[in-house]
C-alpha cells in the first residue's frame, strides 16, 4: 500500500503558499454538477470561488474529472486522462453513489478498486489525497438507500488506514435528515440541488480550514 498522509493543516499550508495549486476534483455526476443544479453553481464552482477569487489566489486550477455515471472503477480505468495527466497537488474523490447499487457483492471490488486508484496517484503524482462520504439520499431510491452506508463505511475505513483527510458529508446529512431539512436540499432521491451544493461547498471549506461566515460563499443560503 502505497501512503501519503494528508490532513487540513498540510491543505491550509499549500493556500497559504505563494505557489500556484491544482486542486482536482473527480467523482460521479453529483461532483460533476450534472442537471440537478438548474443552472446554479455546483460544490466544486463554489470551491473555486472561494479560492481563485475571495482568496485571490488567481493563479490556482480548479479541475473538475467528475463524470456522470461513474463508478470508482470507471475512474481507475481512466485514471491517466482523469486524474494523473494533471499532475495535481490536491484530488479530491467523492464515488459511492453508483457503486452501491453492486449491493454486498460489489463491496471487496470497491474497496479494492478505491485502494488501487489511490496506490496510483501517489506513486505517480505529488498529490495530497482528500477523500469525501456521499451526500444522504432518500429511501426513494430503495437500492441505494439500502446498500450506501455500507459503502460509506468502506471510504471511512480507507481514510482512517490511510491517515487521509476525510470531508464526511454523510453525517452532515445524517443530521440534516433528523433535523428533516435534507429534503429541502435535494433534486430528486439522490441528487443535490442548489441548496445541496452549497451544503456540500460549505463542508468542504470547513474541513480543509477555508471556511469564514464573512465571505459571500460561505453565507449563501441552506434552508
Given at each position: ?28 455526476s ?27 489566489r ?59 486508484a ?25 437500492i ?12 471511512e ?58 465571505s ?8
Amino acid at each position: 500500500m502505497n501512503n501519503r498522509p494528508s490532513s487540513a493543516a498540510q491543505l491550509q499550508e499549500l493556500w497559504q503558499s505563494p505557489e500556484p495549486v491544482k486542486w482536482l476534483f473527480t467523482g460521479d455526476s453529483i461532483s460533476q454538477g450534472a442537471l440537478h443544479t438548474m443552472g446554479h453553481r455546483d460544490y466544486v464552482e463554489h470551491f473555486d470561488e472561494r479560492v481563485r477569487w475571495e482568496l485571490r489566489r488567481t493563479q490556482d486550477c480548479v479541475i473538475k474529472t467528475a463524470s456522470n455515471g461513474w463508478r470508482i472503477t470507471d475512474a481507475e480505468a481512466n485514471l491517466h486522462n482523469n486524474v494523473l495527466q494533471y499532475q495535481p497537488g490536491v484530488v479530491f474523490l467523492n464515488f459511492g453513489v453508483n457503486d452501491c447499487t453492486a449491493g454486498e457483492e460489489g463491496l471487496e471490488k470497491f474497496r479494492l478498486t478505491y485502494s488501487s486508484a489511490l496506490d496510483r496517484i501517489v506513486s505517480e503524482t505529488p498529490a495530497l489525497l482528500v477523500l469525501q462520504t456521499p451526500n444522504g439520499i432518500l429511501p426513494l431510491d430503495e437500492i441505494r438507500y439500502r446498500h450506501l452506508p455500507t459503502y460509506i463505511k468502506i471510504v471511512e475505513e480507507i481514510a482512517a488506514e490511510r491517515n487521509i483527510l476525510l470531508i464526511d458529508h454523510a453525517a452532515v446529512w445524517a443530521e440534516a435528515a433528523i433535523k428533516q431539512t435534507m429534503i429541502y436540499w435535494l433534486s430528486d432521491a439522490v441528487h443535490p440541488n442548489e441548496y445541496g451544493h452549497r451544503v456540500m461547498a460549505h463542508t468542504v471549506l470547513q474541513t480543509i480550514g477555508l471556511y469564514d461566515p464573512l465571505s459571500n460563499v460561505c453565507r449563501y443560503f441552506v434552508p
